[in-house]
């Protein structure tokens, strides 16, 4: 049953229109609409035809159509955030960044046009909540590699360049139109997506090797840079926060490893 223009349902019919709230049937008939529309507009009265309601209840939920997009988009991301969390967390933290790498390049050829309006959305002085969001995300992964003494850049630099690579590479990606669905083992293994990958990863670690071997770790005959070495300390204090510090020496102590994590190797 339709719901009333003053948009409250009816959903004491039972059917289909109860299991599900107004607000919830519209984001399901706009996402399964976006999912299908090969990139061309969709229109409100396709969106309140597949959901059972009126014009009026879409405005009562959403203020508009674009209203109801970005909760689309919303609700889009935090699928994406499910899987990218949904991952075992390896001994190896390059290899889990392989892996968030790869599930994000999987998500976004399985959902085209949903990834095209939240990631593709972008132009001078415009940049989508949503990378900055993906971005926090892969910082917090890549503070592990921080942690490990592989980072040669501080995480959310490392972070700002993988996740722009990731994103570029999706978008070309779904620009060429693959032939047939891809797994994700087959998307895990794409060429250029392998590439640009380890490419943007090894010029962020403090040893390029082990983006090729992830399990190695660390070489056992050599240490981390002083720069990889107080990346790596300012990583565990940030997230550990010892009692033995105060505040200001905290701050005061996370200020020179910060300026000593944007240097380069060797010092005055």
Known sequence: MRDTDMGVADDAQGGDSAKSSPRERLIAAAT???????????STRQITDLAGVT??????????KDGLMEAVVA??????????????RSASPIRDVQRLWDIHVHFGLTHVQLYTL??????????????????????????????????????????RAVIAANIGVTLMLLADEPDQ??????????????????????????????????????PAGGQPSYVAAAIALNATLESSHPEQLSGTEMRLFLEWLHRLSKGSNGGD
């Open 75 to 88: 609700r889009g991301f935090e699928e994406f955030v499910q899987r990218e969390g949904m991952i075992e």
């Open 118 to 159: 939240m990631f593709g959305n972008t132009g001078p002085g415009r940049r989508p909540v949503l990378v900055e969001e993906a971005e926090h995300l892969l910082e917090q992964e890549l503070g592990r590699v921080a942690a490990a003494g592989q980072l040669a850049v501080p995480p959310a630099q490392a972070a």
């Open 32 to 42: 399964e609409l976006l999912a299908r529309s090969d990139g061309k507009p969709v």
């Open 181 to 218: 669905p891809l797994s994700a083992d087959d998307i895990a293994s794409l060429p250029l997506s392998v590439q640009t990958r380890d490419a943007v990863l090894r010029s962020v670690v403090s040893d390029a090797s082990v983006v090729d071997d992830p399990d190695r770790g660390v």
């Open 55 to 64: 014009a009026p209840t879409l405005y009562h939920h959403f203020g508009d």
